[in-house]
C-alpha cells in the first residue's frame, strides 16, 4: 500500500468519525453537556485547578502549578505556531453535513490546543498526585471528545494534541 493510499484511507475513516460523533451533537442534551466541557477546557478548570493545589498540597502543589503554568505557555506557544503554518480548515468548514456546534477560538483546526493542554496539565498533576485522576483523566477524555463532537477538529487534530501533550508532559517532568 502506498503512502497516499494510506492517507486517502485515513482520510475517509476520520471523515465518517467526523459525521459520526458530531450528530450526536444535535441532541441538545448532548451539545449542552459537550459545551460545558469544552468551556471549562478553555482554561477555567485548569486555572482552577492551578490554585487549588498549592492549597492543597502546599509547597509540592505550588512547585506543580508552577510546572503546569511552564509547560502551558510552551504548549500555546507551540500550538499556534503548528496552526498557523499547517492551515488546516475545521470539519465544519470543509466537511459537508458537519454542523459547528459551538464557535472555535481561533480559525484552524491542527492540532488540537485543547486535547494538548487538558493531556498536558492532567500528566503533570497525576504525576505528582495520582489521587487526582479519578477526576482529571476523565475530564480530559470529555475535553478530547468534544472537540469531534462539537465539529471544531478531527480525529487526528485530537491525536496530534493528545500526543504533543503527552511529550510536553515528559520533558516538563525531566526539566523538573
Same mark, same amino acid.
Given at each position: 500500500?502506498?503512502?497516499?493510499?494510506?492517507?486517502?484511507?485515513?482520510?475517509?475513516?476520520?471523515?465518517?468519525?467526523?459525521?459520526?460523533?458530531?450528530?450526536?451533537?444535535?441532541?441538545?442534551?448532548?451539545?449542552?453537556?459537550?459545551?460545558?466541557?469544552?468551556?471549562?477546557?478553555?482554561?477555567?478548570?485548569?486555572?482552577?485547578?492551578?490554585?487549588?493545589?498549592?492549597?492543597?498540597?502546599?509547597?509540592?502543589?505550588?512547585?506543580?502549578?508552577?510546572?503546569?503554568?511552564?509547560?502551558?505557555?510552551?504548549?500555546?506557544?507551540?500550538?499556534?505556531?503548528?496552526?498557523?503554518?499547517?492551515?488546516?480548515?475545521?470539519?465544519?468548514?470543509?466537511? $459537508?453535513?458537519?454542523?459547528?456546534?459551538?464557535?472555535?477560538?481561533?480559525?484552524?483546526?491542527?492540532?488540537?490546543?485543547?486535547? $494538548?493542554?487538558?493531556?498536558?496539565?492532567?500528566?503533570?498533576?497525576?504525576?505528582?498526585?495520582?489521587?487526582?485522576?479519578?477526576?482529571?483523566?476523565?475530564?480530559?477524555?470529555?475535553?478530547?471528545?468534544?472537540?469531534?463532537?462539537?465539529?471544531?477538529?478531527?480525529?487526528?487534530?485530537?491525536?496530534?494534541?493528545?500526543?504533543?501533550?503527552?511529550?510536553?508532559?515528559?520533558?516538563?517532568?525531566?526539566?523538573?
Amino acid at each position: 500500500m502506498s503512502v497516499h493510499t494510506l492517507f486517502l484511507r485515513v482520510d475517509q475513516v476520520e471523515r465518517r468519525l467526523c459525521l459520526f460523533a458530531n450528530a450526536a451533537a444535535r441532541r441538545q442534551v448532548v451539545r449542552t453537556v459537550f459545551q460545558t466541557v469544552s468551556r471549562l477546557g478553555d482554561g477555567v478548570f485548569w486555572y482552577a485547578l492551578m490554585a487549588i493545589l498549592p492549597i492543597a498540597f502546599g509547597i509540592d502543589g505550588l512547585l506543580t502549578a508552577a510546572q503546569m503554568l511552564a509547560a502551558g505557555l510552551v504548549g500555546l506557544a507551540l500550538y499556534k505556531l503548528l496552526k498557523q503554518t499547517l492551515v488546516r480548515e475545521r470539519p465544519f468548514i470543509g466537511l $459537508l453535513g458537519i454542523e459547528c456546534a459551538m464557535p472555535p477560538l481561533d480559525r484552524y483546526s491542527f492540532p488540537s490546543g485543547h486535547t $494538548l493542554h487538558a493531556v498536558l496539565f492532567t500528566c503533570i498533576a497525576v504525576t505528582h498526585f495520582p489521587a487526582l485522576a479519578v477526576v482529571l483523566v476523565p475530564f480530559a477524555l470529555l475535553v478530547a471528545a468534544s472537540r469531534v463532537i462539537l465539529g471544531l477538529h478531527y480525529p487526528t487534530d485530537v491525536a496530534a494534541g493528545a500526543a504533543l501533550g503527552g511529550m510536553l508532559a515528559m520533558m516538563s517532568e525531566w526539566l523538573r
